[in-house]
Structures are given as structure tokens and as C-alpha cells.
């Protein structure tokens, strides 16, 4: 069996052959309840309504409508487009490569570059993809380095609101595989590589900042967990039956 990650467009599923596998971060979106998210959403849609009130209010009902529940979504997939961008010039960036920087970028980059100066990691993985065939995910780890005299997994963040907790779940996760893909396409042990701490370093166009997570038996167990909702939900539309037209009996 070989565990593959299949990429389609700005997403992508792992496959174990021609078993699909859950990624982590889907495990966690599915099965975790994220009340910022809410609040997120709220903010968003009302702060939209504020700027353009005079645009919105030139509208015809129902585009008015359509134009604030599509607010949200076009913020989100903009940061999503924004984190992406990040992540692929900071993947460049560790190894040495060099790397063409759009504007509005600039300072993500500077801020990721300093970090680099200031903990100089020596790469062990980048953008890797790791599997757990017994608990049943996979998911792709951003670095495992070494610095500080110590083998970190680090996940990069460029969310303006910082590290969330699932944060700590998400690197557990990748710390806890079983395998990970080297750049040959074959399996190797994760647990061969000897990680000690699991972080995340969180970066901004006005700076960066280096945060240690909890990666202990509790977080992992918490995980586990976690799965073990998600597979149970993934079928849940089958619990309502058909309706019944017919009184029993």
C-alpha cells in the first residue's frame, strides 16, 4: 500500500491506494467545534455592510442580500489565497532557493526571513506528507528543523488573529504518524526522526512570532478522539430514514 496526496485545484484528498483517507485539518473542521468562527462570520458580514453601505444601498433587494452572504466567504478564500502564497515562499525560503515576492507580500516574507536569521532551523522535512494507518489520517507537516539544539515540527500561521488551540492538535497529529513520504515516494518511520518540540510560528507583514505547543499524551489522546467523531459523522446523513407513510401495526 502507498499513501499519495492527489491535488485538485487549490485542494487536495490522501489516498491509502484507492482508500481515501481524512486529512487532519478536516478531522479537526468537522469534528471541532469553533465558536470564533461565529463571531467571525458576524464581524465580517457587519463590518462589510459599514464600508459600502452606500454601494449596498443602490442595490436591488436580493442582490443586497446576496452581496453579504457572499462577504464572508470572499475574506476567507482570500486569506486562504494570502496563506498559501506564504507557505510556498517560505517553503523556498528555508531551503535556500530563491524566490520572486509579490507586493502586497513583502512584509509576510521579511518577517518569516527574520525569523530564519534568528533561529537559523536547519531543514529535516519540508512540506511533507505524513500518514497514521491505525488512527486513520494523513495530512501535509510545513517543517520539521533543527534549531536551538533541539528537532522541531513547526506549522506556519498567517491568520491576523494568531494560534488557535487545534493548532496544537493539528502538529500533534503530524508528530504522531506513523509515516512520513520522502522525496522518493517511499515510507519511513516518523518516529525515527525524534521530534522534541512541536510549535508553530505565527507571521505577519509587521512581524513573527515563535510559539511552543502542547504536544503531550493528553493532545494526542484528544485527537484520537476526534477521529473517532469524524468517521462516526461522516455518515450520519444515513441516520434519518424515510418517512413513513403508514401507521404501524
Not at 497514521?132 to 533543527?146: H, I, K, M
Not at 491568520?159 to 515510507?187: K, W
Amino acid at each position: 500500500m502507498t499513501i499519495t496526496r492527489r491535488n485538485h485545484g487549490r485542494s487536495h484528498s490522501y489516498w491509502d491506494d484507492d482508500e481515501r483517507l481524512p486529512g487532519v485539518t478536516t478531522i479537526l473542521d468537522q469534528a471541532l467545534a469553533k465558536p470564533a468562527l461565529i463571531n467571525w462570520a458576524g464581524d465580517t458580514t457587519a463590518g462589510y455592510a459599514v464600508d459600502h453601505w452606500d454601494d449596498l444601498g443602490e442595490m436591488p433587494p436580493s442582490r443586497r442580500l446576496d452581496r453579504l452572504k457572499r462577504c464572508r466567504w470572499e475574506e476567507r478564500d482570500a486569506a486562504g489565497r494570502r496563506g498559501t502564497e506564504v507557505h510556498n515562499l517560505a517553503s523556498g525560503l528555508v531551503v535556500g532557493a530563491e524566490v520572486h515576492v509579490p507586493d502586497e507580500l513583502v512584509g509576510h516574507v521579511e518577517s518569516y526571513v527574520d525569523f530564519l536569521d534568528t533561529w537559523e532551523p536547519e531543514p529535516v522535512l519540508v512540506e511533507t506528507v505524513v500518514a497514521n494507518r491505525g488512527v486513520r489520517y494523513a495530512g501535509t507537516l510545513d517543517l520539521v528543523a533543527d534549531m536551538g539544539g533541539l528537532r522541531w515540527l513547526l506549522d506556519l500561521k498567517t491568520a491576523r488573529s494568531g494560534i488557535f488551540f487545534e493548532t496544537a492538535l493539528q502538529c500533534t497529529a503530524y508528530a504522531r504518524a506513523e509515516v512520513y513520504i520522502n522525496d522518493d515516494g517511499l515510507e519511513k518511520p516518523m518516529a525515527a526522526l525524534g521530534i522534541d518540540r512541536v510549535g508553530a510560528v505565527h507571521v505577519t507583514a509587521g512581524g513573527w512570532e515563535l510559539r511552543e505547543l502542547n504536544g503531550s499524551e493528553e493532545v494526542w489522546t484528544t485527537f484520537r478522539h476526534l477521529a473517532w467523531l469524524q468517521r462516526r459523522l461522516d455518515g450520519a446523513r444515513d441516520w434519518v430514514g424515510a418517512s413513513v407513510v403508514e401507521v404501524p401495526g
